[in-house]
């Protein structure tokens, strides 16, 4: 199980999703055509989910400029003329590359829409289950979320505040003492002002945070009225409890000892998925199956008690769920049942009976 099991990646699927937003995008769409969409959309359970988001998005455009869509082509071909040798002809160009310069515009507002008005900006960041995207903002800040994430940016001229509302996200902010940086995820405040930390909602009041540059402050969140007012207590409440985390500290809400220093392999272990990885250190299966239920729409359930304390270990793709079962049918005495309705149960292999003669 030492491996790293790949599988198809969510760009080429968001990049075919969009070309198929294009091509349906006509009121003279064939039979054809049609079946050979249906066809692809049962090829994979993330073609769907791509399909709607992408041309939910599409239609958000549509909205949002006046322009008709053959214009917006043009523009792109306009661009593509002056970068490649001249087509043998506009109609052929458009035909072969319409398509795919939609997909790049869709794939560049997937992050969601966003407006800046004198500094300021507001705007919602989102994942689907499976999907990781990666955004600068207004303040050139990174920003990574992870699988299943939705966020919000509230910027202004005197602070830059982000309130994580699900999911697991990777912050590189920006430095500027005089603009500090909040996010607010659940129970939790992690005030920054030029350093890198990952932060991940469990719930409300377990929340997580690994620091890999820099300091950060963490404390208590406060109630809406005074949330946007970072000096001020609670009302009826004691001093704020504060504390400060410094590289290589996690900070654990949930924990009675919230806070503890991680090694350097834990830190990139925690932070595998920027790249599409995963990583288990000989953890429970409970736990691994139920961190790998976040990277995919099918649920996998361990149906015998007895084997919830086996230990994994290795390193695979999120996502690629196959492989990982693969892997440990063959690593571990259980076995997979799988029903109609994307349930996988996993359950200890019963044992060979003795042949009676």
């Not at 198809?8 to 294009?22: F, G, K, N, Q």
């Not at 993330?46 to 599409?58: D, K, Q, S, V, Y």
């Not at 691994?288 to 015998?304: G, K």
């Amino acid at each position: 199980m030492s491996g790293v099991l790949k599988f198809r990646s969510l760009a080429e699927v968001e990049e075919e999703a969009a070309a198929w937003v294009w091509r349906l995008d006509d009121d003279g769409v064939s039979p054809q055509l049609r079946a050979e969409f249906e066809q692809w959309l049962v090829r994979d359970p993330r073609h769907r989910r791509a399909f709607e988001e992408l041309g939910g998005i599409w239609q958000s455009l549509d909205d949002l400029a006046e322009a008709k869509r053959d214009e917006r082509v043009a523009t792109f071909t306009a661009h593509e003329r002056r970068l490649h040798a001249k087509p043998t002809s506009a109609h052929g160009w458009l035909r072969r590359w319409a398509p795919w310069a939609v997909a790049a515009s869709l794939l560049l507002v997937i992050g969601g829409l966003s407006w800046y008005q004198r500094g300021n900006e507001s705007r919602t960041l989102a994942t689907a289950v499976g999907q990781r995207l990666s955004a600068t903002l207004a303040d050139s800040s990174v920003v990574q979320l992870n699988t299943n994430t939705i966020l919000e940016t509230h910027f202004s001229k005197d602070r830059r505040d982000i309130w994580l509302k699900k999911g697991e996200a990777s912050f590189k902010v920006a430095h500027n003492a005089n603009r500090p940086f909040y996010v607010h995820a659940g129970n939790t405040v992690v005030r920054a002002v030029g350093t890198a930390f990952n932060v991940r909602l469990h719930d409300a009041r377990d929340v997580e945070v690994i620091v890999t540059e820099g300091v950060v402050e963490v404390a208590p969140q406060r109630d809406a009225a005074t949330a946007a007012d970072p000096g001020a207590a609670p009302p009826g409440s004691g001093p704020m409890l504060r504390r400060d985390l410094t590289a290589g500290e996690r900070f654990d809400a949930s924990s009675v000892t919230p806070v503890r220093r991680v090694t350097p392999t834990t830190v990139s272990d925690t932070l595998a998925w920027h790249e599409g990885a995963i990583i288990f250190d000989g953890v429970p299966l409970a736990r691994a199956i139920a961190e790998l239920n976040r990277y995919t729409d099918t649920r996998l359930v361990v149906a015998d008690a007895d084997i919830d304390d086996l230990k994994v270990g290795g390193r695979f793709r999120t996502g690629d769920i196959d492989g990982f079962l693969e892997a440990l049918t063959k690593a571990f005495p259980v076995t997979i049942r799988r029903t109609s309705d994307h349930l996988v149960y996993i359950q200890a292999r019963a044992p060979v009976q003795p042949v009676r003669r």
